[in-house]
Structures are given as C-alpha cells and as structure tokens.
C-alpha cells in the first residue's frame, strides 16, 4: 500500500516533469552513475535521436568540442558535474544527430542530492545555441562592414548595444533565477518568468534577423522571386503573429478576390509584413486593434496597415524610413533600433514595389506597402 509520502512524492515528480515537458528546453536528468533516467521531447528534438533509459551520460550521437575535435562521453559536462559532484557552466559544445547534422548547445548540469546531502543524480538543460551562433558570426561580419563609416559605426553601436543589452539582461536574470530558486518558485512565478524570456527572445530575434536581412540586401543579395498569392502570405503572417501577440486584436480583411498574384521572396515578404506589424503593435493603442486591408488597386496588390496610436503628428514620414531615425513619441513608448521601416522600404524596391507611412483620419497611423500584380494577373485585370 503505498503511503501519503509516498503518494506525495511522486505527485510531485509527475508535476515537475509535466512542467518541463511545457517548458520546451532540453532537459534531462541521470542516476548518480550517469545512467539516464528521464528525457524530455525537446532533449530527444536536440539530440535527433531517443536514447534508451540506462545510457551513459547523455543521449548525443557523437559529441565534439567547439574546436571541432571529437568528446568522449565520459568527458562531457554532465560526467564531469557527477564525476565531480559540483555544478558546471560556462562550456559549450556541439553533437552531432544520427543524420550528420550539427547542433552546438550550453549545458547546465547540475548535481541532485537527497536530504542527508548524498549525490543521487543530476539534471542537465541543453540550451540549443546554433543560430545563436551562425546569427553571431553573420552579425559579426556586419559590424566589420559598418566599421568602414565611423559616422554610421557609432551611431550603431551606441544603439544596438543598449537593444540588445536590455533583453539579454532580462533573460539571463530569469534563467539564473530559474536556475538557483527553481524549488521556492511559484508556478505562477515561473510561468511568468518564462513569458518574459521569451518576449525579450523573440525581440532580440528581431534585432539580430532586421540587421542580418539589412547586410545581405546592401551585400547585392538578389530576391528569389516566384508567383504568390499575396493573401494567403498576408493571412498566414497575420495569423502567427496573433498567436505570439494574443492581445494585439488584428483584423484582416482581404480583398473580394482572393487570388491576388504578385512575383515576390516569400521569406522578404514575411519580413516586411512582421515589422509592419511589430510597429503598430508598438506605437497603436491594443484597445482600438490593428486592421490589415489587402486590396488591387490600378494594377497594384496593396496591403495596408492601420492603428489608432502615436501617429504620425509633425513628422515627415519619408524621415521614418531613414535607418535608425526615431520620433521622439517612438522612443518614448518603447525600445528599437529604427531599422524596421528601412528594411521595408528597401524590401519592397527590390520587389519592384513601394511603402508608405501617413496619418489616419481619426487618429493614428497607416503603413502600406504596394507590388505590382504579376502579369497575367494584370493582363486578365
């Protein structure tokens, strides 16, 4: 008969492994010989593979240093925190998955003792910093570019080191919290705290992909251009950023033809779309909502952006498209960079196409962009 206790004990275990499984960060936990005893989804994802209850130390394929030698097992950060019987931090590593890909992680293995203070295990998170990397050396290789103008090269630096200082403080604060009280934690507590890592993520993911996608169109990179169905693209972007931005209330209303043609980048395009509206989700008021008008208009696919916020109140709008310009209102409601709009207006020139920003009657502000209908598209028009 299994006692209160006991009961207990695993009715906790059962909530703190469902916890991690929701969390979606690679975590998994060993005995104090190192031999697995629990892995989540996003461990077996990490890995590529599901390794079986009772192997050693870690379920990687092969395991290498950040130098491109290869790792025993045995001498992982996980062996080396049980061997040691101590916490690990500060390393980095790369596996490879059973179908030759690469993955390079962080690991934060951390010993397990029981209440006498006898080692019985450890945990380990893999924190996947791959396109941390590739984004690191790309971003690299812009701030090399840049440095050939010390005008621009300043101003640069001044502004994105403060961007990007301020939502890698939040998280690393969260994770080390995280990390060092996770037992006298709320549910509430961490649950929120995960939410603020991952909107500070996801906005430091836009800095770093506006400044990537910003080098590559001024390095000469041309569009791979192909029929799409500009709707669908605008439906779909509108859709995903609701769910990432539940409160932003957008309303989408395509035109009475759905089939609206246009040669475009499909990924240039999602760009375009997501910082139009990552900018009226930012300076609009989430009461009033945003709209989203796709209409055709004198051979022109147009879509329009609308919000009730800042406006555009004595600004000239062709200033909001010069990269890192600011309105003083702008800097005032939230944090950026002032690359969005350039990006666009670059995006939509390379697409043979055009942007705009205004006021709206009413208040508020509209941003738009216009494609030219592809041809047979037209044509039949």
């Known amino acids: 008969m299994v006692g209160p206790k006991q009961a207990g004990a695993e009715a906790d275990e059962r909530s703190f492994r469902a916890f991690i499984d929701a969390l979606g960060v690679a975590v998994y936990t060993t005995d104090a010989n190192g031999r697995i005893t629990y892995f989540n989804d996003a461990a077996s994802e990490l890995w590529g593979r ?86 690191e050396n790309e971003l690299r290789a812009t701030a090399e570019a840049l440095s050939a103008s010390n005008a621009v090269k300043d101003e640069f630096l001044g502004l994105v080191s403060h961007e990007l200082r301020t939502p890698v403080t939040t998280i690393f604060g969260n994770a080390q919290l995280l990390r060092d009280r996770f037992a006298r934690l709320t549910t509430e507590q961490r649950a929120s705290m995960a939410d603020d890592m991952a909107e500070d993520a996801e906005r430091l993911l836009a800095i770093v992909e506006n400044l990537l996608l910003l080098s590559r169109l001024q390095a000469g990179t041309r569009p791979d251009v192909e029929p799409l169905i500009l709707t669908h693209v605008a439906r779909k972007e509108v859709a995903s950023f609701s769910r990432r931005h539940p409160g932003a209330n957008v309303r989408f209303a395509p035109p009475p033809a759905d089939h609206v043609i246009v040669d475009a980048d499909r990924g240039l395009l999602m760009v375009l779309m997501q910082n139009l509206l990552s900018n009226a989700d930012k300076y609009g008021q989430s009461s ?89 598209y037209a044509e039949a028009g």
């Not at 980095?92 to 934060?108: H, I, K, T």
Request: with cysteine.
């Open 288 to 376: 009033e909502g945003i709209d989203v008008i796709v209409s055709v208009e004198g051979g022109e696919a147009r879509v329009r952006v609308l919000d009730r916020g800042v406006g555009l109140q004595g600004v000239e709008p062709d200033d909001l498209f010069r990269p890192f310009y600011r309105t003083p209102a702008a800097q005032r409601m939230a944090s950026g960079v002032g690359l969005g709009l350039p990006i666009c207006r670059r995006i939509a020139s390379d697409l043979g196409g055009r942007v705009w920003g205004q006021k709206r009657d009413g208040g508020g502000s509209e941003f738009g962009f216009a494609l030219p209908l592809a041809r047979p």
């Open 50 to 135: 599901e390794p079986e209850l009772g192997e050693e130390w870690c379920g990687s394929w092969r395991l290498f240093w950040d130098d491109g030698r290869p790792m025993a097992h045995g001498e992982c950060p996980m062996a080396i925190a049980l061997r040691e019987n101590r916490s690990v931090r500060g390393m980095s590593a790369m596996a490879q998955r059973p179908d030759g890909s690469m993955v390079s992680f962080e690991p934060f293995p951390t010993p397990l003792r029981d209440e006498e203070g006898r080692l019985v295990g450890a945990v380990n998170v893999l924190v996947d910093i791959t396109e941390r990397r590739r984004a």
